[in-house]
Nanobody, 124 residues
Framework: QVQLIESGGGLVQAGGSLRLSCAASERTFSSYNMGWFRQAPGKEREFVAC????????YDADSVKGRFTISRVNAKNTVYLQMNSLKPEDTAVYYCAADLKYSSGRWHNPRDYWGKGTLVTVSS
């Protein structure tokens, strides 16, 4: 069971930036597609971004395109989410996810590898 530890959340004003980090416990990290999901109060968890195991390809939700960037450093077992031009609607708990698979038009987390989440609050 891979352990994922997120950090970097906090309170920021609209238009500001934050960078989230997710450190993974396993050496097999470099073989996993990694991603970020988020869950706002009263809403379902939703996909934010994914990066393939090699880092060659990234995928973003339409709601964050052009504002958020996912990246990874396999030598550090770490994946990042750079969030710019933040909006109040980006307020949510952000979860790191490992070993994502793509099917039926969306990304899935079939092995349920989740971090505990980090809260991002964007004030207007």
């Amino acid at each position: 069971q891979v352990q994922l530890i997120e950090s970097g959340g906090g309170l920021v004003q609209a238009g500001g930036s934050l960078r989230l980090s997710c450190a993974a416990s396993e050496r097999t990290f470099s073989s996993y597609n990694m991603g970020w999901f988020r869950q706002a109060p009263g809403k379902e968890r939703e996909f934010v971004a994914c990066i393939t195991w090699s880092g060659a390809t990234t995928y973003d939700a339409d709601s964050v395109k052009g504002r958020f960037t996912i990246s990874r450093v396999n030598a550090k077992n770490t994946v990042y989410l750079q969030m710019n031009s933040l909006k109040p609607e980006d307020t949510a708990v952000y979860y790191c996810a490992a070993d994502l698979k793509y099917s039926s038009g969306r990304w899935h987390n079939p092995r349920d590898y989740w971090g505990k989440g980090t809260l991002v609050t964007v004030s207007s």
